[in-house]
């Protein structure tokens, strides 16, 4: 490997913070905000902050267009690395989401997921003897895996949600883990998904909760590619903005993630009598004070002096 390539990821970096620009709230649209806290565990000045209309946390600095294209295609896979450590974990965690999902609304059929991944959700969907399912991935290397490796290159589109996208059938349960916070536009996404959906159907998203405890992850919380950090207020919301009556939310403390947030919504045209969780508004002073407090941005185990260690690995690694 060149020297050149080998630390080239460090000049892409640099050219990624020349890129970004002021970004409205992903939430309302809005550009009247408040910020936390300003960079994030690249030393990208993404300037997380807490929108004054909608209550969502956010980047109000980010990619978009062909900027942010190229950095999801030559950039985020390399300070993502996979290990088959990570991929063990991916199908437990896909087993064990299929089960937490199985409690509440039974056994699923016409599944749809939006950014499948490396698949493994819809692998256990297929083990499980679930007859119809279909993916959207995308991204590459994910794609080629759950292509080559499960065979899932049929029932996946490499391809992202987009206004034209179009499904072999009518999706009784939609899921989505761990996409949601990274979209521009997340209530574009959830309104496509509530017209596209079986009336009596299910939307299940996971997200990081920005509220919970996530002291384990410090700094690790603010990255450049997520550019939504929802709670359970701020998420129930926006579904109700998007066309989804939120039904029941359950918060892991630890598990898939340090602080997990699972949240089943329905259609709202197909709901009449929701059993609906309104989670109390939460101050937004109280919201900052707690992420700010978490942060610990000289902490050996997760703060600015390990990430500038990693960046450089990460580099070194070409
Ligand atoms: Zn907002």
């Known amino acids: 490997m060149s020297l050149k390539r080998r630390w080239s990821l460090l000049s892409e970096l640099l050219r990624v913070d020349r890129q970004m620009s002021p970004l409205p709230c992903p939430g309302c649209g809005v550009e009247d905000r408040q910020r936390i806290w300003r960079q994030d565990r690249y030393f990208l000045r993404v300037d997380l902050s807490i929108c004054r209309q909608c209550g969502l946390v956010h980047l109000a600095r980010g990619l978009s267009g062909q900027a942010e294209e190229r950095f999801y295609e030559h950039v985020y896979p390399r ?4 290990t088959s450590a990570n991929l063990g974990s ?71 949600l ?7 059938f009518v999706p009784r349960l939609a899921v989505m883990f761990h996409v949601l916070e990274h979209l521009a536009d997340p209530g574009a996404a ?12 299910w939307l299940v998203i996971e997200v990081p909760d920005i509220l919970a405890d996530w002291r384990s992850l410090g700094l690790w919380q603010v990255h450049v590619s997520h550019r939504s950090y929802f709670s359970a207020a701020s998420l129930s ?13 359950s918060r892991e403390a630890h598990g898939i993630y340090p602080g997990n947030l699972r949240v089943f ?25 707690s992420i700010r407090a978490q942060i610990r941005p000289w902490s050996l185990r997760n703060g600015y002096p390990r990430a500038a260690v990693r960046l450089l690995r990460c580099a070194a690694r070409g």
Do not use: K
């Open 237 to 249: 919301a926006l579904l109700q903005r998007s066309g989804f009556t939120p039904w029941y939310i």
């Open 162 to 168: 987009t206004a034209d996208s179009r499904f072999p």
């Open 190 to 201: 959830l309104r496509q998904l509530a017209n596209a959906l079986d009336p009596q159907g």
């Open 79 to 82: 300070l993502m690395s996979l």
């Open 265 to 289: 919504a329905r259609p709202t045209a197909g709901q009449t009598a929701p059993a609906v969780i309104e989670p109390a508004p939460v101050p937004l002073p109280g919201v900052a004070d």
């Open 90 to 160: 991916f199908r437990l965690m896909a087993g064990y989401r299929l089960q937490a999902i199985r409690d509440v609304i039974g056994m699923p059929e016409r599944v749809l997921e939006v950014g499948a991944g490396m698949g493994f959700f819809l692998d256990a969907c297929r083990a499980h003897g679930v007859r119809e399912f279909f993916g959207l991935e995308p991204g590459a290397p994910q794609h080629s895996y759950l292509s080559g490796t499960l065979g899932l290159a049929g029932q996946v589109a490499h391809a992202p």
